[in-house]
């Protein structure tokens, strides 16, 4: 089975239009290489708009891929608390996060994608995340690993958590019977390597302390450790906007967060359970298409 995964699209018609034009694209060259399942871990909108969301929603319904066997979403920081965009927004920002409520924007998420969620298997009714989702001989768990907003310890509204309680919901999902002889999947929106490592965004000495401090998963070590217990092979991720590929404890990480926000145009595409991995890139056909779009608006 061939699973596409795409991340951090930050859909945004106002700053960032040509984010759509690259979605549809890589949807479509996807579809060409005959991926039948699409994985979008997160950071879907970039201001935490529902207008982006539905924009995204009518998007997958268009090229028919809007349906919970052909396609899958979580939840990233962007979603919920959304991001500063110009100047003033940087210092108000703060303030706009102490007026969200957390638990209501991941239901409104939730229920706005609610399609997607169907036939999924959840620990209890309170939550939706985690889930399980059986695609063919796959098992996805799916994960929330985005932080409540605190002064203090996730100042950017950035930084990620997945409490005790998670963690036991994770390990029922990945213990289910029918998650059994499957390959496991994690889809989560936090990256699970250091920001020093080989990282061309985190070069400067300061810039990486900021990146430490605003960009981290918290229990990272004890969440790896109940993925290797569980036997989970793979984890799609993002946040971080490059595009990665590295091992942790025997697992292969895919970050695909620079297919939208960075100058890679790619997605990951995977070829399920023998592991083949390809880089799809499609920069040049969307580069043609801004060019043409760009000339018609000479034209005009």
Known sequence: MRIAHLSDLHLCSYFKENNFLKLEK??????EYGVQHFVFSGDISDNANENELKKFKDLLKKLKIYESEKSTVTIGNHDIFGGPQTASDVINFPSKCLKVNYNDKVLSFVDFFKELFENTITIDSSSNFPFLKIVNDNALII????????????????????RKDVREKISKLLNHEKAKDKLKISVIHHHFYHNNENVSSSENNIWTKVENYTMKLRNKKKILKLFKEHNVKIVLHGHSHEMK????????FFNSGGA???D?????????????????????QLLQTNYEILASKIAM
């Open 143 to 162: 994960i929330n690993s985005i932080d409540e907003y605190s002064r203090f310890k996730n100042p950017f509204a950035s930084n990620g958590k997945i």
């Open 260 to 262: 939208f926000e960075g």
């Open 245 to 252: 590929e590295y091992y942790r404890d025997g697992i292969h």
């Open 26 to 31: 890589a949807i479509l060259k996807g579809l």
């Open 264 to 284: 890679a145009y790619k997605m990951f595409i995977l070829n399920a359970f023998n592991f083949d991995i390809s880089y799809e890139l499609i920069k040049e």
